[in-house]
Nanobody, 120 residues
Framework: QVHVVESGGGLVQAGGSLRLSCAASGSILGVRAMGWYRQAPGKQREQVATEAIGGSENYADSVKGRFTISRDSAKNTGYLQMNNLRPEDTAVYYC??????????????WGQGTQVTVSS
């Protein structure tokens, strides 16, 4: 089966940086697209950054200029570089990958989420 595993979350002070990783594994032929989402306590899950098929990138207004999405296709791994973090960035961050399996079928797969906590 296909797995998506996130890492890189943690506790950081305001103004600090973190880099989240999203590694896809299993019966994978390739990763076509990837996105990052977050959900804070009492709030709805929101889209943070996406890299679509063809490489086009989109960012939420709240993170534009501070977060950068990237991907290493050879490693089937995506990244979210988060700079100048703010307390309002505190949330559980989720990775979603559009994966092509070895059987030629697509699989939209979510990671387990990783906690990012930004303190003042």
């Amino acid at each position: 089966q296909v797995h998506v595993v996130e890492s890189g979350g943690g506790l950081v002070q305001a103004g600090g940086s973190l880099r989240l990783s999203c590694a896809a594994s299993g019966s994978i032929l390739g990763v076509r697209a990837m996105g990052w989402y977050r959900q804070a306590p009492g709030k709805q899950r929101e889209q943070v950054a996406t890299e679509a098929i063809g490489g086009s990138e989109n960012y939420a207004d709240s993170v534009k200029g501070r977060f950068t999405i990237s991907r290493d296709s050879a490693k089937n791994t995506g990244y979210l570089q988060m700079n100048n973090l703010r307390p309002e960035d505190t949330a559980v961050y989720y990775c979603n990958a559009d994966i092509i399996t070895v059987w030629g079928k697509s699989s939209n797969t979510w990671g387990q989420g990783t906690q990012v906590t930004v303190s003042s």
